[in-house]
């Protein structure tokens, strides 16, 4: 890792970026898993009285506006040269947290639809706007070579948290949580991005600066990767896989009690412990993985992972179907570790891929391209599709059932797609030696 070299070299602006991002990609990704993700459902259905379909459907439609504001802020970052400008990306994450704070403020309080409604539209605005604005800062901040530790770090330590924590997920606990964290760090963003004085400007102009070396993400060799290209194209699209097959198989998880009640919300510490530590142990997997080897081997592991989880899942109520009587009441915390490394995975390539897809005239664009559709449109895209099946009373297994057939048609497909392009280079390579 560079970072020992800069600490001893004793380079402490360039270690202090290293804190100052994991600082805020952990505070934003802590609150998407919990306020957003979960905490939107239980304001939806618990105080708003609204059905679990409808609920759904106002969280597709802050999936489809945050798409359509990233993309747009984005591009304007890109065409007006914010994306290297450290100052002026610091002011627009002040002001997405200011808004973020309101609306984590007042959310207890909503209990009305039309007030749902436009807590979803400033929601998404300021969503749109954080994202590709909180993932540019990696040009800024983080060299290279240890980006995949540096996403690993941010992983393991929001969900170690996010599991951990003994929290009932509800609003009112998530809201009282967010606003006691977030109030000192929207005074630092506020130090950071509006005061003036010798000193701080000395370390934002090192820090401003530090994209001239760490623009270049490490996938971009020789010319830079466009948005249109299937370099950009191919990584977008099995993230999106990625994405589509967590969702649609966590949705019924964590709608079926018997397995929510015996891993992610077991009233049994050791339990929560074991899976917030097979999030950092795959997360440490998959930083190492990304530094050292191929992005198709950490896409691999991943689908592979998954793969394994859902047969696992399957499998074990298969079991229980066929002999109830050995099989017991109580559900194994392993297959929910297993879930846990396999998300690990893939959030720590979420983390890094897409500032390595990208140079400081495309991290912008690339990031809310990357996050937009891979993250957000795939969620509610598997959200729809588990509405479906909600509607028309499909079995828990048949449900793991589909998602298990994606899982393992994506894992093939991708090998291959790898086997293909080996044998394509092997034939050029085997054609020039003969010419």
Known sequence: ?????????????????????????????????TFVQLGLIDLGTRLVGMSETAVSMWMAALAL????????????????????????????????VCVQFALTVVAPMIR???????????ASIGLGVGFPVSFSLAIDLVPVPDRGYVAAGITAIAYFLANAIPLSWSVDVFSQLMVAA????????????????????????TLGTQHETYGTGRFCYGDPIQTRSLAFAVPVVLMFGVFFIDSLGFLRIIDTPSLLLS??????????????????????????????????????WTFALFALTHVMYTSDLRF????????????????????????????????????????????????????GVAGWLATFSSTALALYFQAVDLTLLSHLNVVQALSLLLLFGLAVGLYARRMIELARENGGASG
């Open 263 to 300: 891993s992610w919300q077991s009233t049994d510490l050791s339990t929560r412990l074991f899976i917030a530590v097979a999030h950092v142990i795959g997360a440490v997997m998959a930083g190492v993985i990304y530094a050292n080897y191929s992005l198709s081997r950490v896409f691999l």
């Open 1 to 33: 890792m560079e970072l020992s070299t800069h600490v001893r070299e004793r380079r402490w602006v360039t270690v202090a970026g290293y804190g100052l991002f994991v600082a805020l990609m952990v505070a934003g990704y802590y609150y998407n898993i």
């Open 182 to 205: 977030m109030a000192p760090g929207l005074l630092v963003l506020g130090v950071l991005s509006f005061t003036s004085f010798n000193r701080l400007d000395a370390i934002l102009d």
């Open 320 to 371: 229980a179907a066929l002999f109830p009587t050995i099989a017991g009441q109580e559900a194994s915390p392993l297959n929910p570790a297993l879930y846990a490394i396999a998300v690990s995975f893939y959030t720590t390539l979420n983390f890094a891929l897409w500032p390595d897809l990208s140079t400081p005239e495309t991290i912008g664009t690339h990031s809310a391209i990357g996050i």
């Open 112 to 122: 009305t639809v039309p007030a749902f409604g436009a807590w979803i539209i400033f």
């Open 65 to 96: 506006v945050t798409l359509v504001v990233a993309a747009a802020t984005g591009m304007t970052m890109d065409r007006r040269g914010w994306s290297t400008n450290l100052r002026t990306k610091l002011r627009l994450l002040f002001g997405v």
